[in-house]
């Protein structure tokens, strides 16, 4: 445990030194705000740039990593096939989800920062993304209608947990779990080594955490981990 704590600390600060590097050779006026266009660079640029501008509240500078998202999609329950991603950012882990097999009818996005709202529906057509904040989507009109058309399975977030308050982290897990029936799942990554969700906070809603992977390819490198409710809570 000691080594991995070491090791992901290490990687924070190597993100910092990566960010500042990047924010050098990356020209944002040659990189076109379309949406249209499936460029992983573009993406790159649009995240880093809500990152320099909101760098608490983004939980990294770039999009999660190709390898990091296919723990994220093998983490969620076999069959699962409705399914809320929350903090969407430029797509990343969307895309994987959609090429699991997640149908676009299937899936809803959900995002606060409105640039980054306004590049997902630009980028998923036919997609449904809300601009809403996590805390409160069990009250939200348009992921309420989502949840009753046909129960939700799981829900994925990219959300930072780990660096919100208790009261956060209850807010969204508890709306989380409103949306889905007994069985459902959170799958969440986080780049600390341990469960980002405060032992108060599980035991207040009866939750259990199970440690799903754990991946060296990502800036910084995550574990990725499942929440369900204990049997006597669902």
Do not use: K
Request: aromatic content about 10%.
């Amino acid at each position: 445990m000691m080594h991995l704590e070491t090791l992901q600390l290490f990687a924070l600060l190597v993100t910092a030194f990566v960010a500042i590097w990047l924010f050098r050779r990356i020209d944002g006026r040659r990189i076109a705000f379309a949406a249209s266009v499936d460029s992983q660079r573009a993406e790159l640029w649009i995240f880093f740039r809500q990152w320099l501008s909101r760098p608490l509240s983004t939980a990294a500078f770039s999009p999660s990593s190709r390898f990091l998202n296919r723990r994220m999609v093998q983490a969620i329950p076999p069959g699962a096939r409705r399914v809320i991603e929350l903090g969407a950012g430029t797509g990343a882990l969307t895309r994987a989800l959609m090429a699991h097999g997640i149908a676009v009818d299937d899936l809803l996005a959900i995002e606060f920062n409105p640039s980054l709202h306004r590049y997902l529906t630009r980028r998923f057509p036919g997609l449904t993304v809300v601009q809403a904040d996590a805390r409160a989507m069990d009250r939200v009109p348009e992921v309420l209608a989502f949840a009753r058309r046909v129960p939700v399975q799981a829900v994925v977030s990219g959300l930072g947990l780990l660096s919100m308050s208790r009261e956060a982290q209850y807010s969204i897990l508890s709306s989380a779990f409103e949306l889905m029936p007994g069985n459902g799942s959170f799958v969440q990554f986080t780049y600390g080594p341990v469960t980002p969700v405060s032992r108060e906070v599980m035991r207040a809603l009866g939750l259990r955490a199970q440690r799903q992977g754990f991946t060296l390819c990502n800036l910084p490198p995550a574990s990725v981990y499942v929440f369900s409710r204990d049997a006597e809570s669902a």
